[in-house]
């Protein structure tokens, strides 16, 4: 949750070829895109004249403002220095752009001039004290000479900018706090004063996590103002004006149901998070005069130092711990139920010149929303910690942040679903043209001819489309839940249906999450000994000591409470934690220690002990150094009674553990037997010690740094856990392969361990080669380099003589640190590896998400499956996030499965596909209704004549409605095929549907009107006046009959199953429903009797041979789509393209793939390759 402070260019003519007063960048140090600024001051003389416009315009310009608010502060102000600016324009890094108004505050006496903890007479007087030293590394606020006590600020996604001086930019306010040490932040447990408090509360505003709700008042004005109402209210009016006084109240009386209900599910939603954002408790805080004050959570600033209750807290804010240990859930965050211990900063030595990183320091770290579940304080201390982050700028700030404003879904579908309701507004535009001249030359009043004309664009650009295409989404959604996959971005859905690669994670993810000790293998004489299964039956001494001892369990409510691992090491020991609540004092049995201690281990009573193994002496723990993911281990300072000297027990990664030893203690035959066990799958931890003679007493452990004490270890062996594969994820990854869903493993675990998950559950073959990528930093006499080593080699084995036994695809495999070379060292080679690339392993947090992003920018469409607090970052980047953790933190994953296994993903896969379909399906309907009754519309206006207002009603809402609504509630195939629905809509078969089916309902409509005039019986309509005046009339009449039955005809053709969804006749109620429109319309063309044939001004034909001819024309009809849209299902279209030459994939992997299989001799196995500095410059 590190702060981005962000940078400021002053030279702007190198973005816009020219200068430009006022434009500035702001860059994110953390994240390649960038942040552009634009200063921009107020104009009285250019407000006066855009409210003159305004009023001029009768408000058209006020409502372009509202949907463009950057051209409103474009318009009205004009360029200026940032520092000056009275508003601002921020363009984002995805290109939105957004308005904010710059805000002044008056401040008083304080100054942030130096840390928190310094002496009251080393403060400067003022926050307005210039440009500091040149010496000086802390960021200040410089205000104008003419405003030495303004503070200049903006709010953005609730984050505060303030304008520093120094930088020439707006920066986030958490910027301020960047660069404080672990000493200085020691140093704060003096308090702040009541002057710096009142500063910087102005400063930073209230520790508050507002998400605002919006009046009913407000959110109606706004959803009226959105284009789809106006549009909405505009074909009202308009109908009205052209006597279609039925249509026109029902589809008022529908939107206004409509509009009611979207008003109250979003005031709903945001209240919901509202209050789930909310949080005020009252906090003991200490200030500089020694005095301690109860305050409102919402006061607190960072500096503030406050004092944590024993019996837990919600924290209010990201605060670093200074003193004692907590239990905390972070479950909000992380999804991790597991709770976590948090240790105090260190401080002293090495360690306290540090700079402080909550990322770094998340151990030591109290963030806010996480929950305090109880509080532990060294013996007569308070538990105190210093606030380092409010509002916003802490870490539930970061989660609300981005449910509220999440990332854009850009997706081709909906791109080109606005470029083709453009394309329909041309051709309404056209058919306007058309209408115009044949209603000039029929003498038409001029107002007639308006109001026509502009009815034509009302039926074309269908009002009701945006709602419909979201039928299918909706449809899926439910069936997820209802399958216990809870979808908070129904857009998303139709993202899964092109899913092209699945990250996974492997611990709790395809593996379970518990480990159980399959032994322990220690050393003797310099050799490793055979595997003991049960660690109890080891000999008293350092081995069985860190098993015993190196963890970071503690007691709730008397029960042993931390991390799965460290409760099933200790248990297989049969030793016992003993710690001392807070009203007991002292624990029994110190006295031998001489010392005050965190925890007492204690041996099994002798009972339970192996009749030639018995423990008798207790040892204590000091102080606990936690497990970073960064640093891939954790170690405690341990004390044995009647010694002088601590001892030091480490256990982590094996590579690491053994790295810090003596060599001489490390057994040569230590990667074998490694290999041995993670080649076979065990998870392997490493345990080394070290006696630390200088480290007396529990003041002289909280005193050594971690650096020092880690270091010149003693080798001791390994603990090797079982983690037993779920039954699910080897079928799982089989059907993704089968589908051409392609499984990747990111984890944090060995990279043997990996592979051999990997094998286990199919995501490599049996017979499919493993290929190690092995990446290596530049030295100091030769540059980075990359080798390419089979796996069966780097385990010792020798490479077959027949290569002819890999019949499969090859496989790369690579850990974090390789990663890490190839990001920085090998930009070009880095897209071919990551094509190849099956097993991650080693890989941090941070680099999770950066191959996601990665995989992103070679076009692949990723989703990403994870369980814990290591997935949130992949999580949140990936285009499908699915979450296997029922905790608050999932709400940043798009999706959330309430079974912890991977069945989910092949579920939301087929309803992705399945919705995508549908929402083609919907599209080409609700576009090809428009163009069935644009057509019937033109012909009749043709002879001066219309539809009825109840005929339009009829097919609007009876006919069109039911059915667009139905037709997505067809559910997805049971098998997931290789086949990917289509993702643009723009494209050959698309089109060329659209276009082959408009032909034919064209030529039928035509037909029909020219049979009609043909017969007999035939009687021309009365063309002196126009509709609704001259019905009923036959041209009418039969033109309804047969426009009827090709909305039903259409339906029909557009709900096509194979091979994404289930048959058509599985949807029983839109069958149902088709059935009785089919019979209903059948019946209004032969025997239309009484009141319907009255209320639809339909003309009597007595000519039973006619009616049955029409109902034949139909039945063609029907057939001829039927056989259409199977022609193009079976790959028409696809012949007529063959036909064309091949361009290439615009999809950068399918290209990389084309390349590489062109070229079976890459990679090269056993030749480094180096780096050349042009690899190098491509990432800088």
């Known amino acids: 949750m590190g702060a981005e402070l962000l940078r400021f260019r002053t030279d702007s003519s190198r973005l816009l070829g020219g200068p430009r007063p006022g434009y500035g960048t702001l860059q994110r140090n953390t994240e390649p895109s960038c942040m552009e600024v634009t200063g921009y001051r107020s104009q009285p003389w250019r407000a006066a004249l855009c409210h003159a416009c305004c009023v001029l315009s009768a408000g058209l310009l006020l409502l372009l403002f509202h949907w463009r608010p950057s051209l409103r502060v474009r318009a009205m102000c004009k360029p200026c220095a940032l520092g000056r600016a009275d508003w601002v324009i921020i363009r984002d890094r995805f290109g939105q752009r957004f308005t904010a108004r710059v805000q002044t505050e008056m401040l008083g006496e304080g100054s942030l001039e130096h840390h928190p903890g310094a002496r009251l007479e080393d403060r400067k007087s003022s926050i307005a004290v210039g440009v500091a030293d040149e010496e000086e590394s802390r960021d200040t606020i410089r205000l104008h000479q003419e405003e030495r006590n303004v503070l200049r600020y903006y709010l953005f996604e609730g984050l505060r900018y303030v304008w520093m001086e120094r930088q020439q930019a707006y920066c986030r306010v958490s910027a301020l706090d960047e660069g404080w040490t672990c000493a200085e932040l020691h140093l704060c447990r003096a308090g702040l004063g009541q002057q710096d408090h009142s500063s910087r509360r102005k400063i930073y505003g209230p520790n508050l996590i507002e998400v605002p709700v919006k009046s009913y008042a407000k959110l109606l004005v706004e959803e009226v103002l959105n284009p789809f109402y106006i549009f909405q209210v505009l074909s009202i009016v308009l109908w009205v004006c052209d006597a279609y006084y039925y249509y026109a109240a029902c589809i008022f009386l529908i939107s206004t149901i409509s509009l009611g209900l979207s008003l109250y599910e979003t005031r709903k939603q945001s209240t919901t998070l509202r209050n789930m954002a909310r949080m005020s408790i009252s906090i003991r805080v200490h200030r500089a005069d020694g005095e301690e004050a109860m305050v409102s959570s919402a006061e607190l600033v960072p500096g503030d130092c406050i004092s944590l209750p024993l019996d837990g807290v919600l924290v209010p804010c990201d605060a670093a711990l200074l003193t004692g240990e907590c239990m905390v859930n972070e479950s909000m965050l992380t999804g991790e139920s597991v709770p976590v211990l948090k240790t105090p900063l260190p401080n002293g030595g090495g360690a306290a010149g540090t700079i402080y990183s909550p990322k770094e320091h998340q151990r030591?770290?109290?963030?806010?929303?996480?929950?305090?579940?109880?509080?532990?304080?060294?013996?007569?201390?308070?538990?105190?910690?210093?606030?380092?982050?409010?509002?916003?700028?802490?870490?539930?700030?970061?989660?609300?942040?981005?449910?509220?404003?999440?990332?854009?879904?850009?997706?081709?579908?909906?791109?080109?679903?606005?470029?083709?309701?453009?394309?329909?507004?041309?051709?309404?535009?056209?058919?306007?043209?058309?209408?115009?001249?044949?209603?000039?030359?029929?003498?038409?009043?001029?107002?007639?001819?308006?109001?026509?004309?502009?009815?034509?664009?009302?039926?074309?650009?269908?009002?009701?489309l945006p709602a419909a295409m979201t039928v299918g989404s909706i449809y899926a959604q439910n069936r997820l839940k209802k399958r216990g996959i809870f979808c908070i971005s129904p857009p998303r859905i139709n993202l899964c249906g092109k899913i092209r690669l699945v990250c996974f994670d492997k611990t709790g993810t395809l593996t379970e999450e518990g480990l159980d000790v399959w032994g322990v293998i220690s050393l003797e004489d310099g050799r490793f000994m055979p595997i003991i299964h049960e660690p109890r039956r080891l000999p008293s001494g350092p081995m069985l000591h860190a098993l015993a001892t190196c963890h970071s369990i503690t007691l709730l409510q008397g029960q042993p409470v931390g991390d799965p691992v460290d409760l099933k090491m200790v248990e297989s020991t049969g030793w016992r934690l003993e710690m001392a609540e807070e009203d007991e004092g002292e624990l029994p049995g110190l006295q031998c220690f001489g010392t005050k201690v965190l925890a007492m281990m204690n041996p099994p009573p002798e009972e339970e002990q192996p009749p030639d193994r018995k423990h008798r002496s207790p040892v204590a723990i000091l102080r606990r150094f936690p497990f970073s993911s960064s640093l891939q281990r954790m170690s405690v300072l341990t004390k044995h009674p009647g010694d002088d000297a601590c001892?030091?027990?480490?256990?982590?990664?094996?590579?690491?553990?053994?790295?810090?030893?003596?060599?001489?203690?490390?057994?040569?035959?230590?990667?074998?037997?490694?290999?041995?066990?993670?080649?076979?799958?065990?998870?392997?931890?490493?345990?080394?010690?070290?006696?630390?003679?200088?480290?007396?007493?529990?003041?002289?452990?909280?005193?050594?740094?971690?650096?020092?004490?880690?270091?010149?270890?003693?080798?001791?062996?390994?603990?090797?856990?079982?983690?037993?594969?779920?039954?699910?994820?080897?079928?799982?990854?089989?059907?993704?392969?089968?589908?051409?869903?392609?499984?990747?493993?990111?984890?944090?675990?060995?990279?043997?361990?990996?592979?051999?998950?990997?094998?286990?559950?199919?995501?490599?073959?049996?017979?499919?080669?493993?290929?190690?990528?092995?990446?290596?930093?530049?030295?100091?006499?030769?540059?980075?380099?990359?080798?390419?080593?089979?796996?069966?080699?780097?385990?010792?084995?020798?490479?077959?003589?027949?290569?002819?036994?890999?019949?499969?695809?090859?496989?790369?495999?690579?850990?974090?640190?390789?990663?890490?070379?190839?990001?920085?060292?090998?930009?070009?080679?880095?897209?071919?590896?990551?094509?190849?690339?099956?097993?991650?392993?080693?890989?941090?947090?941070?680099?999770?998400?950066?191959?996601?992003?990665?995989?992103?920018?070679?076009?692949?469409?990723?989703?990403?499956?994870?369980?814990?607090?290591?997935?949130?970052?992949?999580?949140?980047?990936?285009?499908?996030?699915?979450?296997?953790?029922?905790?608050?933190?999932?709400?940043?994953?798009?999706?959330?499965?309430?079974?912890?296994?991977?069945?989910?993903?092949?579920?939301?896969?087929?309803?992705?596909?399945?919705?995508?379909?549908?929402?083609?399906?919907?599209?080409?309907?609700?576009?090809?209704?428009?163009?069935?009754?644009?057509?019937?519309?033109?012909?009749?206006?043709?002879?001066?004549?219309?539809?009825?207002?109840?005929?339009?009603?009829?097919?609007?809402?009876?006919?069109?409605?039911?059915?667009?609504?139905?037709?997505?509630?067809?559910?997805?195939?049971?098998?997931?095929?290789?086949?990917?629905?289509?993702?643009?809509?723009?494209?050959?078969?698309?089109?060329?549907?659209?276009?082959?089916?408009t032909a034919l309902l064209i030529t039928v409509q035509v037909l029909s009107y020219f049979i009609t005039v043909s017969q007999s019986w035939y009687v021309p309509l009365n063309s002196t006046v126009t509709a609704p005046q001259n019905l009923p009339n036959y041209e009418n009449t039969v033109l309804f009959c047969i426009s009827g039955f090709q909305y039903l005809i259409l339906a029909v053709a557009m709900s096509k199953g194979y091979p994404f969804r289930e048959p058509l006749y599985t949807n029983v109620l839109f069958l149902v429903v088709l059935m009785l429109l089919f019979g209903l319309l059948i019946w209004l063309t032969l025997y239309p009797l009484g009141f319907p044939k009255t209320l639809l001004k339909l003309q009597g034909i007595d000519d039973l041979n006619f009616k049955l001819l029409l109902l034949g024309i139909a039945t063609l009809n029907f057939f001829a789509a039927f056989v259409l849209e199977t022609a193009l299902d079976y790959g028409l279209l696809g012949c007529l393209r063959k036909l064309r030459r091949k361009k290439a994939s615009s999809k950068l992997f399918k290209r990389l793939e084309k390349d590489l299989s062109q070229q079976p001799s890459w990679p090269p196995l056993n030749e480094p390759l180096f780096a050349t500095p042009r690899m190098s410059i491509a990432v800088r």
């Open 647 to 997: 001892w030091l027990y480490i256990k982590g990664a094996p590579e690491v553990v053994a790295s810090l030893c003596s060599t001489e203690t490390v057994p040569a035959d230590f990667s074998q037997v490694l290999r041995h066990y993670t080649a076979d799958g065990f998870r392997v931890l490493a345990l080394a010690c070290r006696p630390l003679s200088a480290v007396r007493s529990f003041e002289d452990a909280l005193q050594l740094t971690r650096d020092a004490a880690e270091s010149s270890l003693t080798f001791l062996g390994f603990l090797v856990m079982k983690n037993v594969l779920k039954l699910e994820s080897a079928p799982v990854i089989t059907l993704l392969r089968n589908a051409g869903v392609r499984p990747v493993m990111v984890t944090g675990d060995n990279m043997l361990t990996a592979v051999n998950v990997a094998r286990s559950c199919c995501m490599v073959g049996p017979n499919e080669r493993v290929v190690f990528v092995t990446a290596s930093p530049p030295g100091r006499d030769q540059p980075a380099s990359v080798k390419f080593i089979p796996a069966e080699l780097s385990q010792g084995e020798k490479q077959p003589e027949d290569a002819q036994q890999w019949d499969g695809r090859l496989h790369l495999a690579m850990n974090g640190k390789s990663f890490a070379v190839l990001q920085e060292h090998f930009a070009d080679l880095l897209p071919k590896i990551l094509v190849r690339a099956t097993v991650f392993a080693r890989m941090s947090p941070e680099q999770k998400t950066q191959l996601v992003c990665s995989l992103q920018e070679l076009d692949y469409c990723v989703g990403m499956c994870g369980d814990g607090a290591n997935d949130c970052g992949a999580l949140k980047a990936a285009d499908v996030g699915i979450s296997l953790s029922e905790a608050e933190a999932s709400v940043a994953s798009p999706f959330t499965s309430c079974r912890a296994n991977i069945e989910c993903v092949p579920t939301v896969i087929r309803e992705g596909r399945c919705s995508l379909v549908t929402s083609f399906g919907v599209f080409k309907y609700m576009a090809l209704y428009s163009l069935v009754q644009f057509v019937s519309v033109l012909l009749l206006y043709t002879i001066n004549t219309n539809l009825s207002d109840f005929q339009f009603l009829f097919f609007d809402l009876i006919i069109t409605t039911t059915v667009a609504v139905l037709m997505g509630r067809t559910g997805p195939a049971r098998e997931l095929g290789v086949r990917r629905p289509q993702g643009a809509l723009i494209s050959v078969p698309v089109l060329g549907s659209l276009l082959l089916q």
């Open 364 to 464: 030591h770290t109290l963030f806010c929303g996480t929950h305090i579940i109880q509080a532990r304080s060294y013996v007569g201390q308070e538990v105190l910690a210093v606030v380092t982050r409010t509002g916003f700028c802490t870490a539930k700030g970061d989660l609300i942040s981005s449910i509220l404003y999440p990332k854009p879904v850009t997706f081709k579908f909906y791109k080109d679903a606005v470029k083709f309701v453009l394309f329909l507004a041309v051709l309404a535009f056209i058919g306007t043209l058309y209408s115009m001249l044949i209603m000039v030359k029929n003498q038409v009043p001029v107002g007639q001819i308006i109001i026509r004309a502009l009815d034509l664009i009302t039926v074309i650009v269908p009002p009701a």
